[in-house]
């Protein structure tokens, strides 16, 4: 079965902490992996995304995420935490051989503690 | 450039009864989804379309029907609304080429509530 799986359903971090949001998938040909964001009453909006190139893949507001092929996982980092990146983070991942879905985690929201 | 346009923002249905949530889509995208949205059961796909006059079903169809009879319209209808389908509905969209290809944008949601 291909899947993604979030750890950690409620992450809660200081100002100006490090942020690490965790994605692992299961698959067995090669993944195409994305990270989304949603604040809130708002739909998702692409982070950054991993199609084959570069492992280390830079996003938006800071966020940046590795492709670890020998630990099957993609999380989610940004050096130091800001107020308003207070939101919803939802890893998604869609396959080569079936290109038309997309499967998502069950979304990790992250807390900003001033 | 609108991109994906979801109406109704809410709605409050009674049980039994049936409504049809609106999507469109301005990017001449071919691929089109429907997910809803339950806490903590992240995004679930509803139905999907790769084209005018083709849909399939995803990973949670039942109670729900869609149509693509044009590249930017994808209606999800709801018939015989029950509890069950209260949540927040998003409707997707994505290109299948370039740098826009595998890159879902979505639309800002609809939130259903049956009672």
């Known amino acids: 079965a291909q899947s993604v799986t979030q750890l950690g359903s409620h992450v809660s971090v200081s100002e100006g902490a490090l942020v690490l949001l965790r994605c692992n998938y299961s698959?067995?040909?090669?993944?195409?992996l994305f990270w989304y964001v949603q604040y809130p009453n708002q739909g998702l909006q692409l982070l950054l995304k991993y199609t084959s190139a570069a492992t280390l893949v830079k996003g938006i507001n800071g966020f940046e995420a590795e492709f670890k092929k020998s630990e099957t996982s993609f999380h989610l980092t940004k050096p130091s935490a800001h107020m308003s990146d207070a939101a919803e983070y939802f890893c998604?991942?869609?396959?080569?051989?079936?290109?038309?879905?997309?499967?998502f985690g069950t979304g990790t929201s992250l807390t900003v503690i001033p | 450039n609108a991109g994906v346009t979801q109406t109704p923002k809410f709605r409050i249905l009674k049980i039994g009864q049936s409504m049809t949530l609106q999507c469109a889509q301005d990017m001449n995208h071919n691929y089109m989804y429907w997910y809803r949205q339950d806490p903590g059961m992240g995004l679930k796909l509803i139905y999907y379309?790769?084209?005018?006059?083709?849909?399939d079903k995803g990973e949670v169809p039942n109670g729900y029907n869609v149509s693509r009879s044009t590249t930017e319209d994808f209606p999800l209808r709801l018939e015989l609304a029950a509890p069950s389908q209260t949540s927040v509905y998003f409707c997707?969209?994505?290109?299948?080429?370039?740098?826009?290809?595998?890159?879902?944008?979505f639309g800002a949601g609809s939130r259903l509530t049956v009672l």
């Open positions: 998604a991942v869609s396959f080569s051989n079936t290109g038309n879905q997309f499967y």
């Open positions: 379309s790769v084209g005018a006059g083709i849909t």
């Open positions: 997707a969209s994505r290109g299948d080429r370039g740098s826009g290809a595998n890159v879902l944008t």
């Open positions: 698959s067995s040909v090669p993944p195409y």
